[in-house]
């Protein structure tokens, strides 16, 4: 591992005086290390957030048929695989040039409520709660799920409970918990939803609702202990990205693309899923796997844009739903300009904020008599050679982007994962965080686990894997200006 | 009428009584021993490519493969020992160490015999290197599609075509592991003049290799068409 961060380091690192190195980050979704650079006086220069997976979906999906890219592209992620299929549904449904039946698009957004519940319960719970409960300098070997069930086990127990509710819609829906792309298919959905598993959600839904009201009301007041992270994690101006429907409402399956800048004003909406790239550039850097989309009217790296539930809050002017609009109106004052919030902290806020919409929007769908509908697919073959889905997973957009022959085989794959949307703003998020709070003289756990939690703030989905069991995996490594090591600390 | 004669052998210790030119595949099967086979197909012509019904005969050192070897009087066969069981479970992985079989992906998932049999082996990983080749994907007809990355060469889709379809429009070209399944004169599938659509191909063919876009494999599989089929015309 330790020639591996230095074999990772590029040339242009070598001009510090030091560096210390957070491999791997814990308690995310995926692989990554922190390099958080140092001038001579031992002041952070620089931090810079490197994922070391590498997938290569875009290439080895070429030559397969257009409708398995929901079950190829979907195999990228465990926790969030029904927002792939999703997306890579609506490019498949652009290919074939049709629009699905109504029932088909309420079943496909009733999953996706699902998703997004279960993901936010494990972000919250399982991932971020140890660190707003235990506190940030607290002892390690506690400040994780385990010591969270030990402390709090009721808590434990909502979360683990409205995390199962999110993932039996995905499967009462359709089929399966994870990776259930069996069901989805160009047009529509391959089976419609049965009285008796509609009726089952419906029985779970009051307590579910329960859970998420508890749980934002416990966040709130928790909320004034948090007032210098609250100031310090990534709190920092820059664009906000996210889908919003007709109405500008809050929106996750499908809508306008809309960007706005750090005062509230808009300034792109994209309303043809197919001209995205007219407003999203994407850049690369050599020392991580992970693009860099950028705000292509402002250039990179300044046109850095968010996406996720702050950045939906953002751009949307208002939830839908009674609950949620009461906590999005009380939410809209932390924001200074135009009730735009800048800090990543408040993504938590934001985070449980969506739940509750989610459970609400649940609701609303199962109450429809129209989900009951037994036309959920319109059939069609391939007439467009080129289809582009955007979803919003509950990290944030999520962009397919397909080409392909008059066979519909697949000549060319695009993905923009939620998580690579905030990779500008994850550099300057850490670069804050380690400012204010790492000092290379008297390295303490509590500093990097700071720069770890903004991070984990964001709720990036770097692969599949979840880091929030086992032993905390933490290495510190410190070098002097000849690169000799000269401090290391496992945690 | 003509008088069926009996042969009378021994199949794994049971003394069992078949009428003569049986296979040792169907003798077993009808007193309920199964072995295991991807490319026999009941009302399909034998063929013994996939090795894997190998079964022992007392007396001779070599194999014989169940499907292509009828009964004798007094055989001793043995379909089950663990000389037998490892060489199919290398049968199986050499399957699949050969083109892509990425069985969460794939439309059989679930309905699929290769799969089937790697579960009921024990089969948790290939020895052997994988290829992983590139093969091509025919999606030009209308609603049949060949993955050839899937196919592993048993020739059902082509002995149904030809004995039980009667048109022939499949067949193998090239050799060893570059042999693959075309249509007429290597034409592609949606320009094919005998192909009559009739699915069976994809009713039969054991893995994900041919099915019909859009539809699921728990409705496309209907692995005894040819059996069917043969019954019925008998009757006429």
Request: net charge neutral.
């Amino acid at each position: 591992m330790d020639n591996n961060n230095e074999n990772n380091s590029s040339s242009n690192d070598k001009v510090f005086e030091k560096k210390i190195v957070i491999n791997p980050v814990t308690r995310i979704e995926g692989h990554a290390q922190i390099d958080i650079l140092l001038n001579q006086d031992n002041t952070v220069r620089e931090a810079k957030f490197k994922v070391t997976d590498f997938r290569g979906f875009e290439k080895f999906t070429e030559g397969r048929p257009y409708y398995e890219m929901p079950a190829i592209t979907s195999r990228s992620c465990g926790i969030c695989p029904v927002s792939h299929i999703l997306a890579a549904t609506k490019a498949c449904d652009g290919i074939v040039g049709v629009k699905p039946p109504k029932t088909a698009v309420m079943l496909r957004r009733l999953m996706h409520m699902g998703q997004i519940i279960q993901s936010h319960a494990l972000n919250f719970f399982h991932l971020s709660s140890p660190d707003l409960l235990f506190g940030f300098d607290s002892d390690p070997a506690k400040r994780n799920v385990f010591g969270l069930i030990d402390a709090y086990p009721d808590l434990a127990v909502q979360g683990v409970k409205l995390r199962r509710f999110g993932q039996e819609i995905v499967e009462k829906v359709a089929g399966r918990r994870v990776h259930s792309s069996e069901w989805v298919q160009p047009g529509g959905v391959r089976w419609p939803l049965s009285r008796e598993r509609a009726d089952y959600l419906q029985s779970k839904l009051p307590e579910a609702l329960e859970i998420a009201k508890n749980t934002l009301s416990m966040f709130k007041q928790m909320l004034n202990s948090f007032n210098d992270e609250v100031e310090n994690f990534g709190n920092f101006p820059s664009y906000y990205m996210g889908l919003v429907n007709s109405e500008g409402g809050l929106e996750h399956y499908d809508g306008k693309l809309r960007i706005i800048d750090n005062e509230g004003r808009m300034v792109a909406e994209c309303t043809d899923p197919l001209k995205y790239q007219e407003y999203v550039g994407e850049a690369v850097e050599p020392y991580t796997f992970m693009k860099f989309p950028y705000f292509k009217k402002a250039g990179y790296p300044e046109g850095a844009y968010r996406v996720g539930p702050l950045a939906r809050l953002n751009v949307a002017s208002h939830c839908g739903t009674p609950l949620a609009d009461e906590e999005f109106r009380e939410f809209k004052k932390l924001g200074k300009n135009g009730g735009v919030v800048e800090s990543t902290f408040h993504y938590h806020y934001a985070r449980l904020i969506e739940t509750l919409f989610c459970i609400e929007t649940t609701k609303k769908l199962l109450e429809d008599p129209e989900i009951l509908s037994e036309h959920v697919v319109s059939r069609a073959m391939v007439n467009n050679y080129e289809g582009v889905g955007i979803a919003e997973a509950p990290r944030g957009t999520l962009i397919h982007h397909y080409k392909v022959d008059n066979q519909g085989r697949i000549t060319w794959n695009n993905m923009i994962i939620a998580t690579e949307h905030n990779n500008i703003a994850y550099n300057k998020a850490i670069t804050q965080v380690a400012k204010k709070y790492v000092k290379a003289q008297q390295l303490q756990e509590g500093m990097l686990n700071r720069v770890e939690a903004v991070i984990r703030a964001f709720d990036p989905c770097l692969s599949c894997a979840t880091h929030a069991v086992g032993q905390m995996a933490l290495i510190i490594k410190l070098f002097d200006n000849k690169g000799t090591l000269i401090d290391r600390q496992v945690r | 009428m003509t008088e069926i004669s009996v042969v009378s052998l021994k199949i794994d210790g049971v003394q069992v009584s078949v009428p003569e030119g049986t296979t040792i595949l169907k003798a077993a099967k009808d007193n309920g021993i199964l072995i295991p086979t991807l490319c026999d197909l009941e009302g399909l012509t034998p063929y013994g490519g996939c090795r894997l019904c190998l079964v022992e005969v007392t007396g001779s050192p070599k194999l014989f493969t169940a499907c292509t070897t009828q009964v004798n009087p007094g055989m001793e066969v043995t379909t089950n020992s663990v000389r037998l069981k490892n060489y199919r479970k290398m049968a199986v992985q050499l399957l699949m160490s050969e083109r892509v079989h990425m069985c969460a992906v794939c439309v059989a998932n679930d309905h699929c015999e290769l799969q089937a049999l790697a579960n009921q082996l024990g089969v948790d990983h290939v020895s052997f290197e994988r290829h992983f080749t590139r093969e091509t994907i025919d999606s030009s007809h209308d609603f049949l599609v060949i993955d050839r990355n899937r196919c592993i060469l048993c020739t059902r889709c082509i002995r149904v075509c030809d004995k039980i379809e009667g048109v022939h429009t499949l067949d193998l070209k090239q050799r060893s592991k570059d042999t693959e399944v075309i249509m007429d004169l290597d034409e592609s599938w949606g320009d094919s003049c005998s192909c009559t659509g009739c699915r069976k191909c994809a009713k039969v063919c054991p893995v994900g290799a041919i099915y019909i876009e859009g539809e699921s494999a728990t409705q496309t599989k209907h692995r005894d068409v040819a059996e069917f089929i043969t019954e019925r015309r008998k009757r006429k």
